[in-house]
């Protein structure tokens, strides 16, 4: 059955800080059905997961992803199609910062999965598309909105109604990609060390930045300043800035937890 097959791996950096997700199917890592769940599966393990503080999503393919399984969709009844994408898009929902590095193509309904991701580093083989008009269809799973949100409706009008692709340095000077590294290896390098980076800072300031600028981007600037501003004043409450304010003026690093 088309519908199955293919895994998203869960593991853990030694100290249980940083959550990795790995796709897991092939050489051009074909998005089953299946693991479409999955992402949603695993995130909600890392959610639950106190310890976590920063997700990281790659793929073992020589691929990022290649896109969906797009034969299994046919085996799909319509009405099972009402929620597409929630499953996929679970990095955007989850108060931890979710880095994706992506190698080779990141298309479809990898692409979109990609673009709910907080940050995204790359490689110059890195591709992004969203294909789906040449099979008579459209992003389903997110990619119109986020796509044209990051990078102007233009640029999203042209790239997706005519399925053409986005090189790495387009994606780089676009802002879909903060950094271009030279191969995997180098990606993988930096991915884990702005991971790590990221794991010191305080858990509650990450998740309200996430949170503020998630919701601020999509209101009127007023309503965005405002909820920047009452985020600001309830951080100010929190032990983890009572330790950085000391740390600062002890000239230490500080150890936050999250409270």
């Known amino acids: 059955m088309a519908l199955k097959g293919g895994e998203v791996l ?41 310890q976590v503080r920063v997700v990281v999503v ?15 969709f046919m085996e799909v ?10 499953n996929v898009t679970a990095p955007a929902r989850s108060a931890k910062p979710v880095i994706a590095a992506i190698d080779g193509y990141c298309f479809g309904v990898g692409c979109e999965m990609a673009l709910s991701c907080d940050i995204r580093l790359g490689t110059p083989r890195t591709q992004f598309a969203l294909p789906e008009m040449n099979l008579g ?17 233009s640029r999203a009008k042209f790239h997706i109604m005519t399925a053409t692709r986005i090189q790495s340095q387009q994606a780089l000077d676009w802002g879909i990609l903060a950094e271009v590294h030279e191969d995997r290896a180098s990606l993988y390098a930096a991915t884990d060390a702005l991971a790590a980076k990221m794991a010191n800072f ?12 998630d919701k601020g981007i999509d209101g009127p600037l007023y309503t965005g300043i405002d909820l920047e501003r009452k985020a600001y004043a309830m951080l100010r409450s929190t032990q983890d800035f009572a330790e950085g304010v000391k740390a600062f003026g002890e000239k230490r690093k500080p150890e936050f937890t999250g409270r």
């Open 10 to 50: 869960l593991d853990h950096s030694e100290d249980g800080r940083i959550a990795y997700l790995t796709l897991s199917h092939g050489k051009f890592t074909v998005v089953t059905w299946e693991m479409r769940q999955l992402v949603a599966d695993r995130f909600a393990e890392i959610d639950a997961d106190p």
């Open 58 to 72: 790659k793929s073992d393919g020589e691929h990022f992803t290649s896109g969906g399984d797009i034969a299994g």
């Open 77 to 86: 009844d319509p009405i099972d199609f009402t929620d597409l994408g929630h």
């Open 137 to 153: 269809m459209i992003p389903g799973s997110g990619g119109t909105q986020r796509l044209s949100r990051l990078i102007g409706l």
């Open 202 to 213: 305080s858990p509650a300031a990450q998740r309200t930045a996430k949170e503020v600028l």
